[in-house]
């Protein structure tokens, strides 16, 4: 079984770039997905439209107090699956590194293959996140330690910047391919690692904070809107993602993402309840939860 890490900041693109390996791998694929906060939107997202064998992870740091579960998650796959390839998406919080360290002690007897680890960054507001230092080593952890770095999101800036951006990227990963992509499109190389352990495995103390809403309410876009309008101003401190699938008053439901700053909504198929997730650090909640009228 070939595995698959996909890491990443808040929002780079990797529940994007899962369903690009899911497409392209055209089954015999499962995933196992590991969230920050409280509601389990990105299963909703990658089994949507495909049929794929899923184990979600709760809210946790995959690689140190959920390592058990993700070693369970990882054997419970194998002996109930069997599948040709397995895709690991940590949460935009974790630190990768421990990962495939975790599962090193069982790689022989299960079976496994360790692929390289993808890192992607979104070019938006990469510099932006390196320069104002605000996330530390973690945020440049997760560079470190990737064989292949997706460059993401180029359509949102010009060429100097992905220039810079691939400079400063040289200052923390030197070994690295380097792809440049528009929704993780892109032949991603075959690695295999000889090594699951050889890794600079840190851990990071991190003060983000969630606000997570599950509900039978339905939201409005165009007032959802005017929410993510305010945050981006700074009106509830900071919030530098938000996501959901959530009830319209039509009877359908949608998705909205906001990933600092830049934002969109979309038609989902379907959903039982509403689901949105805030995450930032010192942020308002309760304003927030009462804007949203959820209180
Ligand atoms: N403009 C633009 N938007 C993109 C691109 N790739 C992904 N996005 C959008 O960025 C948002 C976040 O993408 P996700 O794939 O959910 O990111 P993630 O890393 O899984 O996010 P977390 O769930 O916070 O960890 C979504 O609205 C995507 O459609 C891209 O290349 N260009």
Redesign the pocket.
């Known amino acids: 079984m070939k595995i698959k890490i996909i890491s990443?900041f808040?929002?780079?693109?990797?529940?994007?770039?899962v369903k690009n390996v899911i497409k392209k791998a055209g089954g015999d694929i499962a995933v196992i997905v590991n969230?920050f906060g409280d509601v389990g939107?990105?299963a909703e997202?990658v089994s949507k439209g495909d049929a794929v064998d899923m184990v979600e992870l709760p809210s946790g740091c995959i690689c140190c107090t959920l390592a058990n579960d993700l070693v369970s998650a990882v054997k419970e796959i194998k002996t109930k699956y069997n599948p040709k390839r397995l895709v690991i998406?940590p949460?935009?919080l974790a630190v990768p590194s421990g990962i495939l360290e975790a599962l090193e002690p069982i790689k022989e007897e299960y079976g496994l293959e360790f692929e390289g680890i993808i890192g992607?960054i979104d070019a938006d507001s990469f510099l932006a996140n390196i320069h104002s230092g605000l996330f530390g080593d973690f945020y440049t952890d997760q560079l470190a330690n990737s064989d292949i770095i997706l460059i993401?999101?180029?359509?949102?800036v010009n060429e100097n910047t992905v220039k810079a951006i691939e400079e400063e990227l040289a200052k923390h990963n030197q070994h690295a391919i380097l792809l440049q992509?528009?929704?993780?499109e892109t032949d991603l190389p075959d690695i295999i690692r000889e090594h699951g352990a050889d890794y600079l495995h840190l851990h990071f103390y991190h003060d983000f904070d969630s606000l997570a809403i599950t509900s039978d309410k339905a939201f409005n876009s165009n007032q959802l809107e005017e929410i993510l309008k305010e945050m981006k101003a700074g009106k509830y401190g900071n919030i530098y993602?938000a996501?959901g699938i959530y009830k319209t008053p039509d009877g359908g439901a949608a998705k909205m993402?906001y990933?600092q700053g830049?934002y969109?909504f979309e038609k989902f198929p379907e959903t039982n309840e509403s689901k949105l997730i805030f995450?930032g650090k010192e942020f308002d909640r309760k304003a927030l939860e009462q804007r949203l009228d959820v209180l």
Not at 10 to 17: N, P, V
Not at 152 to 156: E, F, H, S, V
Not at 181 to 184: A, D
């Open positions: 990443g808040l929002g780079a693109g990797k529940t994007t770039c969230e939107i990105d997202l998406e949460s935009g992607i993401n999101k180029i359509d949102l992509t528009v929704n993780c993602r996501k993402d990933v830049n969109g995450i």
